[in-house]
Structure formats: structure tokens, C-alpha cells
């Protein structure tokens, strides 16, 4: 009688976990590094297509000028940034080694930083990245990263952030480090 009672359990436990799992699909995450670049507010939110990929959409803001009003000591690094694109994951999404790829667009205006001299502009490209992350919790994990991104930019440079004397214009192509992450983040 054991032995039957035994199987059917065995029997039961196999059906019922051989079924479809519906894991976490979903994950938003905001990159804490982010907010030491001047306070820029980010968020990203992923969803997991199937085991090895995910799709990503991204912004950044910062609408912030420090110091306006007084000459000679504003400084500034707006923008506004949208970016989509995947990640492939080599263990599971969410969980482990990634790497990523993605288009991107940037409005932005800096100065005041390292020289009084300002840029102002628009940016288009492609991004790439690599990355872990690490589970913490079956909802939340830490992750690390890092990524590059390039292609086609217009700008206006000025001679200081506050005074609108045009220094120069122009456009060109750009290789600029994009992503250094240590981000938290929240799956559902």
C-alpha cells in the first residue's frame, strides 16, 4: 500500500511539474549610477521574449542647470534619451551573463563642467553592452554593465553655457562610452 501511495505522489508531482511555467516576464530597473551624472533620472523596462532574450526600452532625464544666473559659474548636462533594442541572455533572462544591442536617440546640453565652453545637439545610434546581474531575490536583482554606442551627431558649440555667443556648428560621426551600470532592479 506504500509503495502505491508512493508512486502515485511520484506520478502527480511529475505531471503537475511538468506543465508550462510562467515565470517573470517583466523587469524595470534604474541605473544608480545614473543619478551621480548630474542627477539624471532613468528607468528601463525589459520583457522576456522566451529563455535566451529579452526586449529593452530605456530613457534618461535631466532637466536640471546649477548655478543659473550667476555668470561664469552655470553648469549644465541636459538631455533627454530613448533607446530600444534586446538582450541575450546565456544562462536565463534576468538571471546571469548578457549582452545587449540597441538604437538610440539623444537631445542634449552640456557646459559649464570641465570650461565655460557649451555643446548643444542631437544624437543618433546604435549601442552595444555587456553585463550581469545578479539575483538578490526572486523579484530583485543588481546589475552590472557596461556599453558603448556610436553613430550620427549635429551640435551648436557656444562660448559659455549662459551667454548664447555661437562659437561653432557642425556635424559628424561619434564613438562615446554610453552605459556604466550598476543598476536595481524589479521583476514581475
Not at 41 to 52: D, I, M, T, V
Amino acid at each position: 500500500m506504500k509503495t502505491a501511495v508512493r508512486y502515485i505522489l511520484i506520478f502527480i508531482m511529475s505531471v503537475w511539474g511538468s506543465g508550462v511555467s510562467f515565470g517573470q516576464r517583466v523587469s524595470v530597473s534604474t541605473n544608480l549610477v545614473g543619478y551621480l551624472d548630474l542627477a539624471t533620472l532613468n528607468a528601463e523596462a525589459s520583457y522576456a521574449c522566451s529563455r535566451h532574450w529579452s526586449a529593452v526600452a530605456a530613457f534618461r532625464y535631466n532637466p536640471w542647470t546649477f548655478n543659473g544666473g550667476r555668470p561664469g559659474k552655470q553648469f549644465q548636462r541636459r538631455q533627454q534619451s530613448y533607446a530600444v533594442g534586446g538582450r541575450y541572455w546565456l544562462w536565463h533572462t534576468f538571471s546571469g551573463w548578457w549582452f545587449s544591442g540597441k538604437l538610440q536617440y539623444q537631445e542634449y546640453n552640456t557646459g559649464g563642467i570641465i570650461d565655460r565652453s557649451a555643446d548643444e545637439g542631437d544624437r543618433y545610434g546604435v549601442g552595444v553592452g555587456a553585463g550581469y546581474t545578479y539575483m538578490i531575490h526572486p523579484h530583485l536583482n543588481m546589475e552590472f554593465g557596461i556599453g558603448l554606442w556610436g553613430g550620427y551627431g549635429t551640435y551648436v558649440s557656444y562660448s559659455c553655457p549662459s551667454c548664447g555667443l555661437t562659437v561653432g556648428r557642425g556635424d559628424g560621426f561619434f564613438i562615446l562610452p554610453n552605459d556604466i551600470m550598476v543598476s536595481l532592479s524589479y521583476v514581475f
